[in-house]
């Protein structure tokens, strides 16, 4: 089926360290691939997406590519600040047998920065 | 603002009482979802609406039932055959039915719990 699968946390780094998440999926067909985060006590918010093979997502300083031959789609940051401490999930889009596509999340990886 | 609200933040439910989560948006989105969220369970999808009337189950439907009246409305409800019914609820919006690329927008949540 389809699934994904994420580094479990807690990943802690200082500030200005260097992040990588790491994220792979099992899915059928080519599916779009996205990172959410969410801050303590609120929904998640969409940080970046990519549709098709190659595509790089990027958005505030993170960046992650769309690789096929490795079904993978790991999150990457160069310099993390105390701000970016909050849980990030990998998610696919999946086509249901509605028609419709909704989306598959993983377990989420939680990111402390300390200062 | 336009945005996703969800209400109450928190909510307590009895033994064998049903209870009903609002959500409403003002996006003029198309789609409305329903997540729930347990710690290191990541989110897993409840029900799903592309249109007014119009609902689908999703990967944990039992115990739930939902209603789509109005574009703007797509109250939950935790039944009593809901056995297992404390955690974070999460309702989401899209622009359109999905398709596969769509951002999903999410309210702030609903964190229920059993008395």
């Known amino acids: 089926g389809n699934s994904v699968t994420q580094m479990e946390g807690p990943v802690t780094l200082s500030e200005e360290a260097f992040l990588t998440i790491n994220c792979t999926y099992t899915a059928t067909g080519y599916p779009s691939l996205f990172w959410y985060v969410q801050y303590p006590g609120e929904g998640l918010q969409l940080l970046l997406k990519?549709?098709?093979?190659?595509d790089k997502g990027s958005n505030k300083g993170f960046e992650a590519t769309y690789r096929k031959e490795t079904t993978s789609f790991h999150l990457e940051k160069g310099s993390v600040q105390v701000s970016d401490s909050a849980v990030y999930f990998c998610a696919l889009s999946v086509r249901r047998n509605s028609g419709y596509s909704t989306l598959t999340f993983g377990k989420g990886t939680m990111l402390l920065v300390s200062p | 603002d336009g945005g996703i609200t969800q209400s109450p933040k928190y909510l307590f439910r009895k033994e064998g009482q049903n209870v009903t989560l609002s959500c409403e948006q003002n996006?003029?989105?198309?789609?409305m979802y329903w997540y729930r969220q347990d710690p290191g369970q990541g989110l897993r999808l409840i029900y799903y609406?592309?249109?007014?009337?119009?609902?689908q189950k999703g990967d944990i439907a039992e115990g739930y039932s939902v209603s789509r009246e109005k574009k703007e409305s797509f109250p939950l409800t935790v039944t009593s055959a809901q056995k297992n019914p404390t955690a974070f609820y999460l309702c989401?919006?899209?622009?359109?039915?999905?398709?596969?690329?769509?951002?999903?927008?999410f309210g702030s949540g609903t964190q229920l719990s059993v008395l």
């Open positions: 990519a549709t098709k093979a190659d």
């Open positions: 996006l003029n989105h198309d789609a």
């Open positions: 609406s592309q249109i007014v009337n119009d609902f």
């Open positions: 989401a919006s899209s622009i359109r039915a999905g398709q596969g690329g769509e951002k999903l927008f």
